[in-house]
């Protein structure tokens, strides 16, 4: 455990080397732009779905309204001079309820050509917002791989040192390290704090960790997962 430990302190270098250029404000920025890009894509699909679902609707609305139009049609051609006062009225009775159907549905309609024309706006405007993002993007660029290439001799070394450190650690301790790491947990392993708690969390570990420790050498937080070792 104590061969990873120094495998962790070489790896702790390396990451404040590379935080000149993963810090930096311009890797801020072009990993804003990436972001905003993202955004408008995931946006633009989601405005396809809506548009497709509205035309479905629009479709099935005007479907209604052509058979309303063509019902008050063929009550308004009706020849009412044979008919007589009633009939006459029963035809008035369903041209009225039919014409206002119509009115809510052209009303309907209206609303939804509305929307259609506000996402397609909206549309176009995430289309142009990826192409400015991306033209920043490529404009930002070089200055990025400036820092890069500063920071590459130095990386380069500790790198190299890593590499021979782990070949004094066990394969599958490596392999958990790494594994922990790419979950987010970092610093991966912790020394024991006042005998009993984990030194990066201090949430207090139970007898049986505090067992492992003194057996194993190590055990893993409760709270936290990272790897405990004895502070002596």
Known sequence: MKELMKYQQIDIEL????????????????????ESAKKCQLRMLSINEEARKINEEINKITQVKLKGIELVKKYTETNINNLNEQTCLEVVNKIKPTMKNLDELISRL???????????????????QIIQSKKAFDENK??????????????SVIKERLLEQEKKVKPELITKYRGMKREGIFPV????????????????????????????????????????????
């Not at 404040?16 to 804003?32: D, M, P, R």
């Not at 209206?110 to 506000?118: D, F, G, H, V």
């Open 15 to 34: 990451k404040k080397v590379e935080k000149k250029v993963n810090g930096s404000e311009v890797n801020k920025k072009l990993n804003s732009l990436k």
């Open 142 to 155: 070089g200055e990025l791989d400036k820092l890069k290439k500063e920071i590459e001799p130095e990386t």
């Open 189 to 232: 392993i912790v020394k024991l704090t006042d005998g009993k708690s984990c030194g990066y969390c201090r949430m207090m570990q139970s007898n049986f960790k505090l067992d492992d420790i003194k057996t194993k050498g190590y055990t893993e937080c409760e709270q936290c997962h990272r790897i405990i070792v004895s502070d002596e």
């Open 110 to 128: 209206n609303s939804l050509e509305n929307k259609i024309k506000a996402l397609l706006e909206e549309f176009d405007n995430c289309k142009k």
